[in-house]
């Protein structure tokens, strides 16, 4: 097996369309358990531990540039006000020992419906910088995921970085897991409160092939706290609003039964996520005025 | 001793009764500590197993030569190439070395691959080409008892069943003014040692093997596999290398017989280590359970009968099956006091993983049962659950549903009182910290949903072997003088699982012997049998065996003081490295004086009093040598929108006879209790309807975490029993007995749901398990006969109240 490591983007960019077979490697949690159950033999590996270009964050037009190496362990230790659901979400993933080698660059590399980044990133309308020899792109995440494990990557493509804007307003994530620590999640919801558009941004884990946003509830509960007039009055919210999100998020998933988890409950706990989620949210938003 | 072995040395005083530091911790903390796993020597090649992929299949054929032809590869075998005895097994010799003809379960052995690396040996693994002739597999155990269903091994599919009949069911039934039933299950329970199985094959001169490898019990290793090798048992000589954990798990052969056959082969050393997937394939599990229970009771609460039907799957080999069921009988009452009892007990054979010992060894399946029916006869006479146990509580002088006396400490009562004592731990209040809540970090309550319950259970299990079993076991205690200082040296092949016998052993001799510095070497068959780590049995009867040896190395060193001082040898003890006359106090003589060059060794073999077989068609005998009580209160928070559980606090009272090291024992405690919680909330291997395991790995077999596992409190009892050593009791499985249903019993009160079933999921919880998947299916019980030669209205019970 050939080890390539590249110590600038530019090399990594130039190794991987001279080597198309090879697979990037960051925190290698993902990669390595595959290497090591015999599932994957890539003929080449190319870390990417030493390129500062993907290991850095800083903010452009209020808008956080979140390098694809950075590890969740920073996301929480950095980044909790800038991004609290993606944080939120990071605190969630594996053990001390993931969160410090994991990055979300790998977690979108995976593209695994269980994610964790994914539901805070749709929410939030983050963007994916792909980079290859050829040039730049951005992919709105939404668009990024193609099928089960599968994204819209190139085979000389890397991921360079998440776009997110800096948060404006509440956002909460949640996830359930069959035991209260280091579990892949069973179903997850994330939402995000855009108060300056007057928006809702959800994401969906672990129930349907992908990643996904609920696109009808966000449309849903934007509508309603306009037509009443909540995004302004910052006035209680009605509980059947509440339950009308919950169903709609449910009604966004199209889970699957499986040893973690029967659809049933996944749709069930999605609904209840998204109404818990909602409660708090609408409570700081309320608190934050 | 080879140098592959290190000696757990200690060199400073520690008695018994005090938390003595175990010889191995540092290094097994600071990750030093030699695995079997570890080990290597120069010139070892690495074997693997290839696998069966379906649960019953005819082998059509076995093509070896493309996984030969791998450069790197040095041999590839099958059943052909078996030595011996292609069969072994605890019970029963009926598990193939290497699958012959067809395969019974998903994951049975099939050949065998060793290459200079691991990384060869796997891919040559997938290269051997064998043919299946898959058929429909029979995984349903209710009905592998039909007539007409395939006989998977031998002629039917019955295991065994063992009948208990005490007292007289119909006169019971008359007498009980308050009647319930309960149908539950327990799922498949995994031990989930972290060490995988793994060992060393070292062919030597004389054409026999040298085995160093993780085991429970090395000389049933030997017994079963030196046969199999075709050599005479003393050619093949085991040593026990460093054990990541057991449980029960290494009571049946994994890579013994596989690396000894190869070694011989290829006349080099072989290793072999199961990756985690394989793990799961490689061992026994604990036994799915299908339980039916019926109580009788009068208004006021006290227990008339109990009725139970309890089906274990065995999976598609014997294993330990025909004692797992035993057990799981002799206790279906409880620790109470039941005059009258029918108990049925079948295990069966399926085309599901292979079930064997794990800790609690069917106890815990029917602790489950009768506590959880317990609760709910409880319900029915609106009675606090606590009280009916106290109501009902065993006590010395109880007489068992086998119609044996419980002699020796029962302190059920008092065990459940001292947990009723224990202030509940307070409520949550204001804004609380995740890491407390149901979900945990995982933010899915902020309070929402949460509903407090608390639950009790008690258990009670024989310690030792059953039955009419001679359990022997053999320690060789040595003292010489070494650099100045005596030393003394414990030989025996009891086998040290993380439970801390060695330790023991070590303090066992410092007391008996006054002896600072002790040596335990490496445990090996060169020394007698030490019998199984298992039935809770090995601290007693490895104890028995050290302290006897010591006393008779004693004996002759204080013969010798007695000589030399004119003084008699009933005055003078060990202390100090030295003799002493208790009466004045005076130092007579130091053991390196009176010992000079000589050693002195003795060997000495315990056994414990004898016991009796059960008759076969009443289930009657006094087939056991002791009892061991534990008793649980769980505390949970239970977010019942989303079926998340938090256990809040799980306190244990437990009577260990004598704390022979506190520390140890306390951990004990703990552990077992965590892996009942497991078993409560999440553990549980899945099978598939085509008997395929759907989970063999840590991302989906999930075990409990820090988060999950809660304070556990511990009342210690010490009353001490009055036939063993010290007066210890086993202290290993009681607690894996009872954690269970206190939890389930807890998260029952809190949500008022049944919960038939352990573990209990989410989906159980919001009532969303997809339609197909049964509760637990009614079993039919037996009809209800006076048992053979009761006259009617005889008196069954002779408790003493
Ligand atoms: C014990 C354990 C627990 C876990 N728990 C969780 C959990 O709770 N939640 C969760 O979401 N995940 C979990 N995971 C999975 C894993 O940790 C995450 O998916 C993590 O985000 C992967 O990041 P990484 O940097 O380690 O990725 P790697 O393993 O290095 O890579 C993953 C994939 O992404 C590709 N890749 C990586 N970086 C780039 C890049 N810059 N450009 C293009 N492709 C790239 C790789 O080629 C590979 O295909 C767990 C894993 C383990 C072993």
Redesign the pocket.
Known sequence: MVFLHATSLADAVAALSAHPGA???????????EVNFDRRRPAALLD?TRVPE?SRWWVEDGRVRLG??IPYARVIAELGDRLPGLAMAAR????PQ?RN???????L??A?P????HPPLLAAGAEVELVSNRGRRRVPVCEFYTGVKRNV?APDE??EAVWVDSVAGPQQFSKIGTRNA????VAAFALALHPERQQVGTGIGSAAPTPRRAREAEELLAGELDAAGLWESRGPLPATLAEEFGSRVCAAAAPIDDVRGSAAYRVHSLRVMARRTLTWAWNDYRKAA | MTSLMQAAETTSWNGIGTSARRPDGLLKVTGRFSYSSDLWVEGAVFAVTVRSPHAAARIVSVDVSRALALPGVRAVLTHEDVPGAKTYGMKLADQPVLAVDQVRYHGEPVALVAADDPQTARRAADLVHVEYAPYEPVTDPEAALLPGARPVLGSDNLVRHVKIRHGDLVAARELAEVVVSGDYEVGMQDQAFLGPESGLAIPSEDGGVELYVSSQWLHKDLEQLAPCLGLPPDKVRLTLAGVGGAFGGREDLSVQAHACMLALRLGRPVRMVYSREESFFGHVHRHPARMHFEHGATRDGKLVYVRARLLLDGGAYTSTSPVVIANACYFAAGAYEVPHAQIDGLAVYTNNPPCGAMRGFGAVQSAYGVESNLDRLARELAMDPLELRMRNAMRTGTVLPTGQEVDGPAPVRELLASLQERPLPAEATGERDLRTLPGGVANTTHGEGLRRGIGYAVGVKAIGYSGGVDDVSTACVTLEVAGGRPVVSVHTAAAECGQGVTTVQAQIAGTELGVTRVVVVPADTRVGDAGSASASRMTWMSSGAVQGACRLVARDVLARAARVSGRPATVLALVHDGVVDSLTGDRVCSIVDLLGDDRIEHVHEYHHRPTQGIDPETGQGDAHIAFAFAAHRAVVEVDVELGLVKVVELATAQDVGKAMNPLAVEGQIEGGSAQGLGLALMEELVVDDSGRLRNPSFTDYLIPTMLDVPPMPISLFELPHPDSPYGLNGVGEPPTLSSTPAIVNAVRAATGLDLPRAPVRPEHLTGTMPAGNRAATPAALPAVTPPPGTAPGGQPTRARH
């Not at chain 1, 697979?23 to 358990?33: K, N, R, W």
């Not at chain 1, 269980?114 to 980044?117: F, I, M, P, V, Y």
């Not at chain 1, 280091?182 to 999640?185: D, L, N, R, Y």
């Open positions: 697979v990037p490697i960051a925190g290698g949690t993902d990669v390595m358990v990417l993907l694809a190496g969630t993933v594996g053990s993931i080698r994991g990055t979300v660059g790998g977690n590399g995976a695994s269980a994610g964790d980044s990557l890397l991921i280091m579990v892949i999640s």
